[in-house]
């Protein structure tokens, strides 16, 4: 019996910008930080987050990558940040990417037509944790995912085991009651495998690779997905 459900969040529950936003968050934090006082070079306060951004991907843990991307950043180019100045800056940092968020139709309605008595969470791989609770509040879902894990909290991103771990904590329950909801072959449906948890797999954004192990399911949309959780009496 499934009684808990993960989902991922983009290219599962909104679309995903497959890093093309990145230039635009760079200068977005730029111009605060110059509102904020920076009188340097912006074109190098941009590529040097830029870079620090490309460098950051390669750290483990994840969290709070971003933070010292601009943090180096700008130090680089001799603008040190206070604590205050550097949450405000990667608030600005994700502000493109938060207003272009956009749920993928007819996902949010499936997540709120579970049944009640079934756990729902979110399982997203990101370097920043606060962002992706803006994304989740922004799509209406704060209420109903629970909890939201991300590799910036759990230090680890999927098909690493931890954040798996970490919500079948939470919830009390064994990797078989619980369905991995997700787009990506490897770290939404491997991970989730390997620890004997069932999976969805949806391929509603773009076209994938198969995921090196055969998913319990699939679907091509939010109506199969729908129909799948259904099936399964899972919807409300």
């Not at 209406?140 to 909890?147: I, K, N, Q, V």
Request: glycine share 10%; with cysteine.
């Amino acid at each position: 019996m499934i009684r808990g459900i993960i989902f991922d969040l983009a290219g599962t529950l909104v679309w995903s910008d497959r890093g093309r936003m990145e230039s635009g968050d760079a200068w977005s934090a730029t111009n605060h930080l110059r509102s904020r006082g920076f009188r340097g070079s912006a074109d190098a306060l941009w590529r040097a987050i830029l870079e620090q951004r490309a460098l950051s991907r390669q750290r483990v843990p994840e969290q709070g990558v971003v933070l010292e991307a601009i943090r180096e950043a700008a130090a680089s180019c001799g603008f040190p940040l206070s604590d205050d100045l550097l949450l405000e800056a990667e608030r600005a940092f994700f502000a493109p990417e938060l207003g272009a968020a956009s749920v993928i139709p007819g996902m949010r309605e499936v997540v709120l037509g579970i049944r009640p008595d079934v756990r729902v969470a979110l399982f997203s791989n990101t370097t920043s944790h606060a962002y992706i609770e803006s994304i989740v509040e922004r799509i209406g879902l704060a209420g109903r995912l629970d909890p939201v894990m991300t590799s910036a909290l759990c230090g680890y991103r999927k098909p690493h085991a931890s954040g798996f771990d970490r919500i079948l904590a939470a919830w009390g329950l064994l990797a078989p009651e619980v369905l991995m909801v997700g787009d990506e072959p490897e770290s939404d449906i491997g991970g989730a495998t390997a620890l004997g948890m069932q999976t969805l797999w949806l391929r509603a954004d773009v076209p994938r690779p198969h995921p090196p192990c055969t998913p319990t399911w699939t679907a091509d949309s939010a109506t199969e997905v729908r129909d799948r959780l259904a099936t399964l009496g899972l919807m409300g």
